[in-house]
């Protein structure tokens, strides 16, 4: 049995959830989420708690019972709290601003800004020009949408300009050292 999968999610006041022919939708004071449930799984929905069961012990099945909890439960936290990740900006002249129509326009080093448009549910909040703010409720698209912007300009060892994630520790090299 799988230590994660069976631990049972418990469901905040303000959730509502709706499992219907192996899709689960999870709404909330953020907004909703829908996601198919694999087969194999069953899902019991009580009052205040959900559980997941297997239905047969195939290998595949077990691999993606602790899965399915978690994304479960991402679920219910991005509904009720939601998601960010925050990207620092480091470099002379690199610098990023909102533009119309829940965009991004960044200016990393090259010879034309680079416009990033957000997906659909992301937003983004700019402070100082050197902080980026990626918020959602689903972590899987809030994640993507955080390293797709960090793979515009990967952090460089030597020193360090680039797009990184806040707490990223980025290992420097040192440079030439002229011998003469």
């Known amino acids: 049995m799988s230590r994660i999968g069976k631990l049972p999610i418990s469901i905040p006041e303000k959730v509502k959830i709706t499992y219907k ?3 689960l939708k999870v709404d909330g004071p953020k907004g909703s ?3 198919k449930i694999v087969v194999g799984i069953d899902l019991l929905v009580e ?5 997941l069961k297997r239905l047969n012990d195939d290998r595949k099945t077990r691999a993606l019972h602790g899965l399915m909890r978690t994304l479960v439960s991402n679920m219910i936290i991005g509904v009720t709290h939601g998601f960010k990740k925050i990207l620092e900006i480091n470099g002379l002249g690199y610098r990023a601003e909102q533009a119309p129509g829940n965009q ?5 080093g090259y010879s034309h800004p680079i416009i990033f448009p957000l997906p659909e549910g992301i ?3 700019v ?3 050197t902080t980026i703010m990626v918020e ?3 972590k899987e698209i809030v994640g993507l949408a955080a390293a797709k912007i960090r793979d515009f300009r990967k952090p460089e060892p030597y020193k360090g300009k680039g797009i990184r994630y806040q707490n990223e520790h980025i290992r420097r090299k040192v440079g030439k050292s ?3």
């Open 178 to 180: 002229g011998v003469k």
């Open 136 to 138: 959602g409720i689903d």
């Open 33 to 35: 989420l829908k996601r």
């Open 47 to 51: 009052k205040d708690k959900i559980l």
């Open 127 to 129: 402070e100082k020009q």
């Open 21 to 23: 022919d192996s899709f």
């Open 123 to 125: 937003t983004a909040k």
């Open 104 to 108: 991004l326009k960044l200016d990393l």
